[in-house]
């Protein structure tokens, strides 16, 4: 465990990018789900600016994993399934819903993300620059999310909090495992 205010260490930094990536896999996974249902109606373009967006992300880390030779994590099958069932299912729910998950899971990951940069040391600025540029596109989803009615979702607290909380605990194990 680290104390607030150390900065992370190199082992820190290699959970940092495994879980990153594990997570903007995951990412993609969601609004694979998302199109699948989704594509094809008026939310289709809007889904895939993001999940384009995402696949920028995860390209980004996918390299960072190569280049840094960062082991990834063990559970890409389970984040491949587990995303897309996720997507795919509150899609299924209706558009809000669909919107609602967004909200969810971009706000872990603003939290995430910022959790990350602000312990990062001054030699890892480029990576700090790519994850704060990747957090304002989170935040964009999120927002894209609130303009686009999640918070009229039917059940919209509990699915936001339940989603939350399933990134948490995906963040928690991806970095390790
Ligand atoms: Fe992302
Ligand atoms: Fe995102």
Do not use: N
Not at 79 to 105: D, K, N, P, Y
Not at 114 to 120: E, G, I
Not at 139 to 144: C, V
Request: glycine share 8%; net charge negative; with cysteine.
């Amino acid at each position: 465990m680290s104390l607030p205010g150390d900065l992370a260490g190199p082992a820190r930094i290699d959970q940092f990018i495994r879980v990153d990536h594990a997570g903007e896999y995951g990412a993609t996974q969601i609004y694979r789900g998302q199109l699948a249902v989704l594509g094809r109606g008026p939310k289709g373009d809007i889904l895939r600016h993001m999940q384009a967006q995402e696949q920028v992300h995860l390209d980004t880390f996918k390299r960072l994993i190569a280049e840094r030779r960062v082991r990834p994590t063990a559970l890409l099958p389970l984040w491949h399934v587990a995303g897309f069932a996720l997507g795919a299912v509150t899609a299924a729910m209706g558009e809000r819903a669909a919107m609602a998950c967004t909200v969810a899971v971009e706000e872990a990951i603003d939290e995430h993300y910022r959790a990350q940069s602000d312990v990062l040391p001054p030699e890892e600025s480029a990576l700090r620059d790519t994850i704060e540029s990747f957090r304002a596109e989170e935040l964009e989803h999120r927002d894209i999310g609130l303009a686009h009615d999640a918070e009229q979702a039917p059940g919209y607290r509990a699915m936001r909090q339940l989603i939350r909380w399933g990134c948490k605990a995906a963040i928690a194990v991806s970095e390790r495992i």
